[in-house]
């Protein structure tokens, strides 16, 4: 081996010990999360994508129905389905934009007495970084910035792909007229 492949192997060696921590810390925190989730949505007698609606809805400000179907990867049916459970549920409500009225927002309402739960979480994370300093806290921020948009753009990758997979394999029901089930040996007087 000559000491350009050496040179190769010790940058490909390099690069791997590098990306073993960041697998596997994605894989940690997603365990982590999908499990806290999982116990959220359990908890309040919900299902985990009305709790991830509920949260991506939990604004200051309302977000469309069209926006809030993309983030949650569905389609505009399926996040009213989604939503309309929910306002049923009391915890959310939903109304025409007033300065577009083709537009319906929604927003979350938490039940008389109780505070959004996942808003105790945030606090109790927010105590935990305390620990660190600004310029810590700022690589953590890159890091994981840049992690959630690899998640990001690979779930719109695969919601494209889900889709067109779909549209080939959605049954097609063949054309017929209204007298197709008609006996041709059957006459009209």
């Given at each position: 081996m000559d000491e350009a492949e050496a040179q190769a192997r010790l940058e490909r060696d390099r690069l791997a010990d590098r990306r073993w921590p960041a697998e596997a810390l994605v894989g940690r925190l997603a365990v982590a999360l999908r499990?806290?989730?999982?116990?959220?949505?359990?908890?309040?007698g919900l299902?985990?994508?009305?709790?991830?609606?509920?949260?991506?809805?939990?604004?200051?400000?309302?977000?469309?129905?069209?926006?809030?179907?993309?983030r949650l990867g569905l389609t505009r049916s399926g996040t009213t389905t989604v939503v309309d459970r929910l306002v049923a549920l009391g915890r959310a409500v939903r109304w025409q934009d007033d300065e577009d009225r083709r537009r319906t927002v929604v927003a979350a309402v938490a039940p008389p007495g109780e505070t959004a739960p996942w808003r105790r979480l945030t606090e109790q994370l927010a105590a935990r970084q305390d620990g660190f300093t600004d310029e810590e806290l700022r690589v953590v921020t890159r890091w994981i910035v840049a992690m959630g948009d690899v998640l990001h753009e690979r779930g719109a990758r695969l919601t494209d792909?889900?889709?067109?997979?779909?549209?080939?394999?959605?049954?097609?029901?063949?054309?017929?007229n209204l007298y197709s089930s008609v006996d041709s040996r059957h006459t009209l007087p």
């Open positions: 499990r806290h989730h999982h116990e959220q949505a359990r908890l309040l299902r985990e994508v009305e709790l991830a609606c509920l949260q991506l809805v939990d604004r200051p400000r309302a977000i469309s129905m069209t926006a809030l179907a993309e792909a889900r889709d067109r997979l779909a549209r080939r394999t959605r049954p097609t029901t063949p054309r017929t």
